[in-house]
């Protein structure tokens, strides 16, 4: 059987580099994007079988890409491939349209596997996420409220909601995305006050109930 052709995209070269390093072999890597634009680029030259997907990237995110390629290539197959496990992550891109959701500390071995059962047409999640996915959908979890909720934040704030939800100081988050501490006092108290909520360890109850972290 012929290797899958696969374009990969993420927005640290890093990364996209240690893809090609663990699965080159395996699967035909024909093309790469690190953000939006070049992504929609690169797999309507290609047509690959699969796409890999980070969730977070420049431009508008994978959504976005998503929606833009199927427009034209509604066969194109996405997996999406990241490090967050958030609620609104998962949810986001399935309903956009993707056929699975890995998170980045899968193998090189199960990738390639996952790979080959999306380009065959089966849905594909990590362990952890595969039950989260079936609570969604059965409306065990009501990830219309949580959308809800979270369309009120800016993206910026969503950053600082997860973070401090994981218990950083806010000297750690503001270190973590390059901002000022006073700049992520004022993020949290613009949190709460669009989830009206009284304090941090509100903000984490309402975040861990949610499965944002």
């Not at 990237?57 to 197959?77: A, D, I």
């Amino acid at each position: 059987m012929s290797q899958r052709r696969v374009v990969v995209v993420d927005d640290h070269d890093m990364f996209r580099a240690g893809v090609r390093s663990e699965i080159g072999a395996s699967v035909d890597i024909v093309g790469e994007g690190a953000d939006v634009d070049s992504a929609v680029k690169a797999i309507v030259a290609a047509e690959p079988d699969v796409v890999l997907l980070d969730v977070h990237l420049p431009g508008g995110g994978g959504t976005e890409v998503m929606k833009q390629v199927h427009q034209r290539h509604p066969e194109v197959k996405f997996l999406a491939l990241s490090v967050s496990d958030a609620a609104e992550d998962v949810i986001g891109v399935i309903r956009a349209g993707a056929r699975g959701y890995v998170t980045k500390n899968i193998s090189g071995t199960e990738l390639v596997d996952a790979i080959g059962r999306v380009a065959d047409g089966d849905a594909v999640f990590s362990p952890r996420l595969a039950g989260f996915v079936l609570d969604a959908f059965s409306g065990a979890i009501d990830i219309a409220s949580v959308d809800e909720d979270l369309d009120r934040l800016s993206q910026r704030e969503r950053e600082v909601l997860r973070l401090i939800a994981r218990g950083y100081a806010y000297k750690e988050v503001a270190r973590e995305l390059f901002i000022s501490v006073k700049t992520v006092e004022t993020h949290v108290s613009s949190v709460l006050r669009k989830l009206q909520l009284s304090n941090r360890h509100e903000l984490t109850r309402w975040a861990t109930d949610r499965r944002l972290v």
